[in-house]
C-alpha cells in the first residue's frame, strides 16, 4: 500500500543510503522494517508495563531501597 509521510531531509538521505548499501533502489523495505520493529518493541513495553504495575506493593520499604542501590550500582559500573 502506498503513503505519504514526511521525513526530515537528513533522514531521508540517510535511508537512501542505507538502502544502497543493500541494493535496493528504495528504503520502503527499510520502512516496513522498521515500523514492524516498532510495533514489535510498543507491544513487548506494554506488557512490561503491566507486569510492573502488577507487582506494585510486592517489595517492603527496605526491600525497594535495597534494589534502588543495587540498581544505580550497576548503573555506575556500566559506564
Known amino acids: 500500500m502506498r503513503t505519504t509521510i ?4 537528513e533522514l531521508r538521505a540517510k535511508l537512501l543510503e542505507v538502502a544502497a548499501t543493500r541494493g535496493e533502489k528504495g528504503f520502503s523495505g527499510l520502512v516496513n522494517e522498521a515500523v514492524a ?6 507491544g513487548r513495553r506494554e506488557r512490561a508495563r503491566q507486569r510492573g504495575l502488577a507487582a506494585m506493593g ?4 527496605e526491600e525497594g531501597i535495597a534494589l534502588c542501590r543495587s540498581v544505580e ?3 555506575a559500573q556500566w559506564r
Do not use: A, M
Not at 514526511?6 to 531531509?9: A, F, G, N, S
Not at 520493529?37 to 510498543?42: E, F, M
Not at 510486592?58 to 520499604?61: F, I, N, P, R, Y
Open 6 to 9: 514526511e521525513l526530515k531531509d
Open 37 to 42: 520493529d516498532y510495533l514489535r518493541t510498543l
Open 73 to 75: 550500582q550497576g548503573r
Open 58 to 61: 510486592s517489595l517492603t520499604d
